[in-house]
C-alpha cells in the first residue's frame, strides 16, 4: 500500500504564511511528478503547483509569486510554502504522487487534505 499523509493546515490571518508537507510512505519504488491541488468550497478541484523529481516547477498563475513547492526526494515529500495568503486560498489541500511501485502499473495517488482557511 501506498499512503500520502498531509500535514501543516490551519487558520491563519490574511497576509500570514503556512507551509504544508506530504510524506508519500510504502512500497515505493520512485515518484515522478508531485503536486498539490486544492478545492474550495463549491468549486472544482484545482492545480496549485508541481516539481518533477528533477526539481522543474509549475504554478497556477493565481499562486505565482506567493507559493513555492519544493521536494526532498530522500524523504518521498513534497512541501508547499504559502506567502502573502489570501482569503481566496481558503481550500482543502490535497497532495498528489505519480508511483512507481513495485510490481503494479504506475498511477497517481492522493492525500485525504488539509483544510488551509485564511481569514480576512
Known amino acids: 500500500q501506498v499512503q500520502l499523509v498531509e500535514s501543516g493546515g490551519g487558520l491563519v490571518q490574511a497576509g500570514g504564511s503556512l507551509r504544508l508537507s506530504c510524506a508519500a510512505s510504502g512500497s515505493i519504488f520512485s515518484i515522478n511528478a508531485m503536486g498539490w491541488y486544492r478545492q474550495a468550497p463549491g468549486k472544482q478541484r484545482e492545480l496549485v503547483a508541481t516539481?518533477?523529481?528533477?526539481?522543474?516547477?509549475n504554478y497556477a498563475d493565481s499562486v505565482k509569486g506567493r507559493f513555492t513547492i519544493s521536494r526532498d526526494n530522500a524523504k518521498n515529500t513534497v512541501y508547499l510554502q504559502m506567502n502573502s495568503l489570501k482569503s481566496e486560498d481558503t481550500a482543502v489541500y490535497y497532495c498528489?504522487?505519480?508511483?512507481?511501485?513495485?510490481?503494479?502499473?504506475?498511477?497517481?495517488?492522493w492525500g485525504k487534505g488539509t483544510l488551509v482557511t485564511v481569514s480576512s
Open positions: 498528489n504522487a505519480n508511483i512507481v511501485r513495485y510490481y503494479d502499473p504506475v498511477r497517481d495517488y
Open positions: 516539481i518533477t523529481n528533477g526539481g522543474s516547477t
